[in-house]
């Protein structure tokens, strides 16, 4: 091969490769461009997400602003004042805050197709600005024998009117015949009005309407018509979409809606939707976000409902309030109440995090009723045993003058919780000859009836009756003091009934030895027994009656005042009273309670003392021979003797003498432990120890079993509370860090004035206050701790956003 004919050959090897690398090269460059491409795509993605984040924080920074200028120069009773300025006597009120929504109230920028958007502005039902309000007041208001309803712009410190709904064709024949006025509720632009008006057929109105202001349609569910109509304005809609859900009764008391996290978008909207309870007079419905209606006809009425988080609700039905599951809605029992509080109660608003244990779901509603309210707080996977107030479960009671504190699940008792001052003086035995040592009836008075009698024998009251024209009965005329509380005590052999008619106690009790705890309204008051249903022969011996201080729980069982207990302000300036002055002569005790028989099951005793020191019993249980629970210092500075059905347990507690602290002692699955605030201390195994104690009585401040010693002698107590269920560690924490409160100078933990019936409140979402209000005003709530009040009595209703509120 010649030289020339070499380099030929490499020169073409060379110019193959070099084509080659431009090809590759090529191909290289086109992934790129195409890389980069879909970089530019993903950014553009990006960006538009970005968009509509920061247009939902804009849009909610935006209604937080518009609120901020509202409060500014509206004060809270200047809500109230503007509104009867207007002629409205107001029947609901709901401050409406579109930075609540899950857009953050962007919907309200995309309505300028809208009918109600393009409606006619200045007119007699209509406002100056197309607009919805980032902040809208929405009033349901009588007029003229009639139920209607206006939205206020909240944007405007004068509150001018938004738009009215009233005596159109749609509102007029449909649901604003009503004597009893709308209920109301708004969320993600869905505006729900449940009609009050008495179930009537002669009215057609009954039932319920969704006003949609994104779609731009109103859902109606009445008596005589039903379904989806296209536009809220003109007055005359037409039919867009078939029927409505149905529901188990045209009378609505009250409405609540959630969005949940799987809830399906709206394609109109672009909003999820909401899932929708509706509390009637013949029972519950929750309409869900697909359209399905969970519930049905029970019977109950429902007079309050409310979520609480995603998985529950709470509703009110009568004298009950009760705690339902998301799986429970399709077919709630409402027949189980057996350990519910039996108080009725007027609900508002839902808590948020402020009340929570640990990033759990709470619910706080304090309820009204006429001595009392109350707050609920639920674990994060309530269990169904929550209807029968078992695990997960934590009430709050109070009204106007004292605060019990939080009660645990299956509670069974809740003591030294007053804000009165004065001292205690025991009575004594207020009955006369009430052993019948005697073996007669001297002091009481015979009131046999035909061919009944009454006699005496073995020490005891006999009672015989026939029927209803022949019956046995005997009683007593007791001195009392008119608003005092008092335990009344007796043990009978048969079916007996006992009756106080001047305190209003009328029960039947079996064989047994029983405890009845009444306020006198009467002095003297007058204590009645004969056997139940007038047939037969029964027994009635020991009778007792004494002053008593009060259980604030459901229980009712109080504790005999012996001697002379001082109660005095557990801070300078404190509502909250301790205490003290305990001695073998002065001290509080209950009566044999069987519901105390904790057996080797769960318990908790937990409550605040300021003095842990020296052998100084802080609460007992036992008979003088045998003791069933004790909790007291060491001998030493670091442990605590548990007395557990006879046997001693000395484990690590600290001592502490001049210092509120809060301590518990617990058992749960058979391992006893102690904290004190809120924090474990130690604990123990104590599975097969049996706190069952036939006739052991129950004591604060003084042990009888052990002669010479465990006097309280010095420290106060305060807030003891005893329950089946053992709280959690969490509701521990919780308990304490918000009861600690109560205890610091100037703290309030009342209703504000003497009056206990609630008329109105509601939960502020935002800053987790809560408003209850009286005919004496408007307490504002912290937890426990009264933090405000208003003088203003409140009639109607609260409604509160943001530190906004709205009241009649």
Known sequence: MTLMSSISKLTGSVDQLAAEANVTKAELDAKVALAEAEIALAQAEQTTTEIARDEATTHAADAATHLATVKADVTYEGIGAILAAKAVDAVDVFIYDTSLDSDGGAWRKRCHHTSWYNEPLNTATRGARREFPAVAVIVSFFNGGFCQLRIYDGDDPALPLWREFNNEPL?????????????????????????????????????????????????LLTRNMSGTYSGIYPAKPRPHSGDVPSIVSFLINDLAMTVLPDAPI??????????????????????????????????????????????????????????????????PDFNIFTNMYRHGLDVSGVG??????????????YSGFSSHFVKTVMDDQPQKRLF???????????????????MVGDIKGAFLADTDNTDLVGSGELVTNGDFATNDLTGFVDQSV??????????????????????????????????????????????????????????????????????????????????????????????????????????????????????????????????????????????????????????????WL??????????????????????????????????????????????????????AVLRSSGVVSIYVNGILQSSFAAANNNLSLSDATLGFGEQSAISGSGIYSQGQLALWRISATAPTPDQIAKIYADEKRLFQPGAKCTLYGTSDAVTALAHDPKTNLLHVGTSQGRSVFDGLLRVANTETPVTTAISAVNGMIAEQ
């Open 171 to 219: 509102w007029d024949a449909e649901i604003s015949k009503s004597s009893t006025g709308f209920t109301v509720f708004a969320l993600n632009g869905l505006l729900a009005m449940g009609h009050k008006l008495p179930d009537n057929p002669s009215f057609s109105g009954n039932g319920m309407a969704l006003i949609n202001f994104p779609s731009d349609q109103v859902s």
């Open 266 to 331: 709206e394609p109109t909207t672009g909003l999820p939707v909401p899932t929708i309870a509706v509390a009637t007079d013949g029972g519950l419905n929750v309409i869900k976000d697909d359209g399905i209606v969970l519930g049905g006809g029970t019977g109950i009425a429902i007079n309050e409902v409310e979520f609480f988080s995603d998985e529950g609700m709470i509703v009110l039905l009568g004298d009950y309030i009760l705690p339902l599951l998301r799986e429970d809605w399709d077919a």
């Open 352 to 365: 948020g995090a402020a009340f929570g244990v640990g990033g759990k779901t709470t619910l706080d509603h």
């Open 388 to 406: 029968h107030g078992a695990l997960g479960r934590m009430t709050a009671l109070l009204n106007s003058s004292f605060n019990a504190g939080y």
């Open 450 to 607: 035909g061919s009944g009698s009454v006699d005496t024998s073995s020490g005891a009251a006999v009672v015989s009756s026939i029927d209803n024209s022949n019956f046995g009965k005997f009683s007593q005329s007791i001195p009392v003091i008119i608003g005092a509380r008092y335990i009344a005590t007796f043990t009978v052999s048969g079916t007996m009934a006992f009756v106080s008619g001047n305190v209003g106690i009328s029960a039947n009790f079996n064989l047994g030895t029983y405890s009845q705890t009444f306020v006198a309204n009467a002095s003297p008051s007058t204590l009645s027994f004969q056997v139940a249903g007038n047939s037969g022969t029964t027994t009635v011996d020991n009778i007792s009656v004494k002053l008593a201080d009060a259980d604030r729980s459901v229980a009712n069982r109080g504790l005999i005042v012996n001697g002379t207990i001082t109660r005095s302000p557990v801070a300078e300036g404190a509502e909250l009273v301790g205490y003290s002055g305990f001695s073998y002569t002065n001290y509080l005790e209950q009566p044999y309670n069987s519901a105390l028989d904790f057996g080797t099951g769960d318990f908790c005793y937990m409550g």
């Open 610 to 663: 300021s003095d842990f020191d020296n052998w100084r019993t802080v609460v007992w249980r036992g008979t003088d021979t045998a003791t069933s629970f004790v909790i007291d210092p060491a001998g030493t500075t670091s442990d605590a003797r548990i007395n557990l059905g006879g046997s001693q347990f000395m484990t690590l507690c600290p001592h502490w003498t001049n210092e509120w602290r809060h301590m």
